[in-house]
């Protein structure tokens, strides 16, 4: 069985402003101390394929519904999610939902961008059925939330039960965002894209009467939807939709199980891509800041009125060019992995893994290379999945074989 061989070193000194443990050339957001130590731990892995006889077509996200039925659930880009069993020898996946007659993607004559995008269950859904999509649409180009309900089959999905939750319009295919998740608050958490083009054409990322280039935060159990209360914007003339701006395209994020610290992955223009850990009401520069430096900034709008990232590495074909945000593990297989946030980029297929000590990154290291990989995925007891859109395989983070 080919498996993808992960060596990860844990334990490094760092010094003033820098992550000397990084295997690559990275800048590190938030303030680092002098001589921090962390101990030593030594994990040999792998990512090894997983469901060897399960191939998707351009898969770009996988969940679980955690539900207790140990489902795994991945969506095609072109608008199907399909269910299977977490077994290594599950042989067939379950057609869960089909919106491909809806939904704008390549194959419908959209862009490579759009299509399917992301999926969240309800934190109630073993009783209450219900799970959100969030999908492209034409005619006005835009981006759709939906809402639907499991048929008395659990398997599939009820088409008729769908109802229309938040659109968004958007100028150009690209720059789509589309993770959702619920936080531990209950509140649903989605991700938006600048609205695309080059640049943001348009300044949407800073513009707090525009959903465009946010992360969002909303209270689903209405018709529609409700406005948290405590929402940073509630009350100030802005949309009170936002959590947070001044991204570019937050393609996928996750909440640490543990923590409940926000990660973002987001795709930078031309120089740096983004690794932020997001907190209520804060923005991240872009457009006029790409991660630390200017990108557009007549008026010389100082760093420090941005929030950094993170960590930002550098948008190369040897580094990579469209980063793919992870998820911080918390399996039950691994004791030595708790707490490093696995993360990689879609272009030169990099796989890393870092960790850090309140804002700071002690270690970033490369783990693996996996093809053309669109998503991380957990299942319901935090194990780690990644996704290869070409390939349409499923790898599993496992021991290695010795």
């Known amino acids: 069985m080919m498996r993808i061989r992960l060596t990860l070193v844990l334990g490094a000194m760092i010094s003033v402003g820098a992550c000397s443990s990084c295997s690559m050339g990275c800048g590190v957001g938030g303030g680092a101390s002098s001589g921090l130590e962390i101990p030593g731990v030594v994990s040999t892995t792998a990512f090894e394929p997983a469901f060897p006889a399960l191939r998707f077509t351009r898969p770009v996200a996988l969940a679980s ?19 299977f069993a977490n077994q290594n020898d599950s ?30 269950f309800d934190p109630q859904f073993s009783s209450s059925r219900i799970f959100y999509v969030v999908h492209s649409m034409a005619n006005p180009r835009r981006n759709v939330l939906a809402r639907y309900r499991v048929s008395a089959h659990p398997n599939q999905a009820d088409v008729a039960s769908r109802q229309v939750v938040l659109e968004i319009d958007k100028p150009f295919s690209n ?9 531990k608050d209950g509140m649903l958490y989605l991700s938006v894209g600048d609205g695309g083009s080059q640049g943001d054409p348009f300044g949407n ?26 929402n940073p914007f509630v009350g100030t003339g802005a949309r009170a939709e936002v959590w947070a701006l001044g991204f570019r395209n937050p393609w996928r994020f996750s909440f640490d199980r543990l923590t409940q610290e926000l990660w973002v992955g987001d795709g930078g ?58 998820f911080v593990y918390r399996g039950l297989k691994f004791a030595a992995l708790q707490g490093v946030y696995f993360y990689g980029d879609f272009v030169s297929g990099r796989v890393w893994g870092l960790t850090k000590r309140q804002n700071t990154v002690v270690s970033n290291l490369e783990v693996a290379q996996i093809f053309n990989l669109s998503a991380f995925g957990e ?20 021991e290695r074989a010795p």
């Open 65 to 83: 519904a955690r539900d207790g039925s140990n489902r795994l659930f991945v969506l095609e880009q072109a608008g199907r999610v399909l269910v």
């Open 91 to 120: 042989v067939s996946a379950e057609v869960f939902l089909d919106l491909r007659s809806l939904v704008l993607s390549p194959e419908s004559g959209g862009g490579t961008e759009e299509g399917l995008l992301g999926i969240a």
């Open 175 to 183: 720059h789509n965002g589309g993770q959702l998740a619920f936080g």
């Open 205 to 230: 990322a800073q513009n707090t009467i525009s959903l465009l280039g946010k992360i969002l935060r909303i209270n689903p159990n209405a018709p529609t939807y409700v406005i948290p209360p405590d």
């Open 269 to 326: 223009e031309n120089t740096f891509e983004e690794i932020n850990l997001v907190a209520r009401g804060e923005n991240f520069g872009w457009n006029v800041f790409e991660g630390t430096q200017p990108f557009r900034n007549p008026r010389g709008f100082p760093a420090k009125q941005f929030k950094a990232p993170l960590l930002e590495y550098p948008n190369t074909a040897q580094g990579g060019r469209a980063v793919i945000g992870g």
């Open 379 to 398: 299942d319901e007891v935090g194990e780690l999945y990644a996704l290869s859109y070409v390939s349409g395989s499923i790898f599993r983070l496992a």
